[in-house]
């Protein structure tokens, strides 16, 4: 899931000239993404684009229509064109260890992404690496959810480590939508995330 951000104007007030899109804005995190743009309403323009079928905006081009939505490509793709039509700050959710090495697919896969972006050279790449996603997930997925329920008695700077709720997530990358490192890449570990809240 990724948030693409143009930042035309750098101030911190509501309603400025930046636009954002959100991919995959009917995950947990999309979701939670989404509520956090409502609320603030520090962008001029916020576009969704996801699995189902969606009303898009003209300006997007015809290179929407018809994505078939996987890990790798969906998000590639997005950004190459995204960079062509003037993004400058993409923010991208990865994984905690996204590796383009691994022997694994998903963290290979997240891995290959992160490389590929790099490669796209936005002005800004913010990279976000969470643990475990704390939240009520809609679909049924058994083992994530015994693995959370293990998540709640711990104390809170073993939590800290390894996992997230989406809301913070959601509220951390719109700080650093609006509020670029002066690095041009920059990888944001599951730590370091709850320091943008």
Known sequence: MSIEVDPTNTSNTSNSDRMAFVLGYTGETGKALVKELSRRKLFKKVMLIGRREVQLDKDLGPEFAG????????????AAMSKSVGCK??????????????????????GEVEEDLKAISFDNLSIFRPGMLLCDRVERRPIEACIRCCWKPMPQWVVKEGAINTDNLATAMVNKAINPSSEKVETIENKQIYELI
Do not use: Q
């Open 89 to 110: 700050h993409f923010v991208l959710v990865s994984s905690y260890g996204a590796n383009k090495d691994s022997n694994f697919l998903y963290p290979k896969t997240k």
């Open 67 to 78: 994505f078939i939505k996987v890990d790798h490509d969906y998000v590639v793709n997005s």
